[in-house]
């Protein structure tokens, strides 16, 4: 299983560097985040030694069970909370993640500057936008993403570095790319979070400049709520 992971990795490479060329931008503008959710330790150690350093978890005890183990073996791991972010879990999240892509809601904003300080250690940030108004899913609402950004900026002068989507599961996902892109673009954001298994080579088309890739690495995962 994991020697498939280590052959999995190398195919994803092979298309987002296709999906990279053929969209004229360079292979390297774009990050592979492997999103090791669910796979232990042992699954994930191959693909660390097979070179890939930047990964993402959903869960913040999840996340904080596997990779000190990981990280004491592999230097230079950069590690991404990709699940929403409850306020009680702020603290362990800044001080185990170096990229948080979750940041939807002036509570959670208020709560990171906060630990932020403390700790003095700062993640990246990148907004979630809901970009297709599902109640079931984090982010903030298109219309609300401007005052947001702006919200995280002034009142806690937190930095944004990315907007990060999820699309709708059963719709096309590149007018979601797109309308994401457009929101960092007036709002002076750099990095795009976009783009899964199944469709990041249309996240790459449309700029993005963080693919998040699980299965298609790692193999299905049981079906969870
Ligand atoms: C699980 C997950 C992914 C990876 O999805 P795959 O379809 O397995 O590639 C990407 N982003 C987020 C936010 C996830 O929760």
């Given at each position: 299983m994991s020697e498939s992971a280590v052959e999995n990795l190398?195919?994803?490479?092979?298309?987002?560097?296709?999906?990279?060329?053929?969209?004229?931008?360079?292979?390297?503008?774009?990050?592979?985040?492997?999103?090791?959710?669910?796979?232990?330790?042992?699954?994930?150690?191959?693909?660390?030694?097979?070179?890939q350093r930047v990964f993402g978890e959903n869960r913040v005890q999840e996340a904080k069970a596997k990779w000190p183990i990981l990280r004491a073996e592999f230097p230079g791991?950069?590690?991404?909370l990709v699940g929403p972010l409850q306020t009680n879990k702020t603290k362990e999240a800044v001080e185990l993640f170096d990229v948080i892509q979750t940041v939807?809601?002036?509570?959670?904003a208020a709560e990171l500057a906060k630990e932020i300080q403390k700790a003095g250690r700062a993640p990246r940030l990148f907004v979630q936008?809901?970009?297709?108004?599902?109640?079931?899913?984090a982010g903030?609402?298109?219309?609300?993403?401007?005052?947001?950004?702006?919200?995280?900026?002034?009142i806690y002068s937190l930095e944004i570095a990315g907007l990060m989507c999820i699309p709708p599961a059963?719709?096309?996902?590149?007018?979601?790319?797109?309308?994401?892109?457009?929101?960092?673009?007036?709002?002076?954001?750099?990095?795009?979070?976009?783009?899964?298994s199944a469709d990041f080579e249309s996240a790459i088309n449309l700029g993005a400049t963080h693919v998040r890739v699980g299965s298609a690495i790692f193999g299905s995962r049981p079906k969870v709520a």
């Amino acid at each position: 299983m994991s020697e498939s992971a280590v052959e999995n990795l190398g195919y994803v490479r092979g298309q987002i560097e296709k999906a990279a060329r053929g969209a004229g931008r360079e292979p390297a503008a774009i990050t592979l985040v492997a999103i090791s959710k669910t796979f232990e330790v042992e699954e994930i150690r191959p693909v660390c030694a097979a070179g890939q350093r930047v990964f993402g978890e959903n869960r913040v005890q999840e996340a904080k069970a596997k990779w000190p183990i990981l990280r004491a073996e592999f230097p230079g791991i950069e590690l991404h909370l990709v699940g929403p972010l409850q306020t009680n879990k702020t603290k362990e999240a800044v001080e185990l993640f170096d990229v948080i892509q979750t940041v939807d809601r002036a509570k959670l904003a208020a709560e990171l500057a906060k630990e932020i300080q403390k700790a003095g250690r700062a993640p990246r940030l990148f907004v979630q936008i809901n970009t297709g108004a599902e109640p079931q899913k984090a982010g903030v609402l298109p219309e609300d993403a401007d005052a947001f950004i702006k919200q995280c900026r002034e009142i806690y002068s937190l930095e944004i570095a990315g907007l990060m989507c999820i699309p709708p599961a059963d719709e096309a996902p590149a007018p979601h790319f797109a309308l994401t892109r457009k929101i960092a673009e007036r709002n002076g954001v750099k990095l795009l979070s976009m783009g899964m298994s199944a469709d990041f080579e249309s996240a790459i088309n449309l700029g993005a400049t963080h693919v998040r890739v699980g299965s298609a690495i790692f193999g299905s995962r049981p079906k969870v709520a």
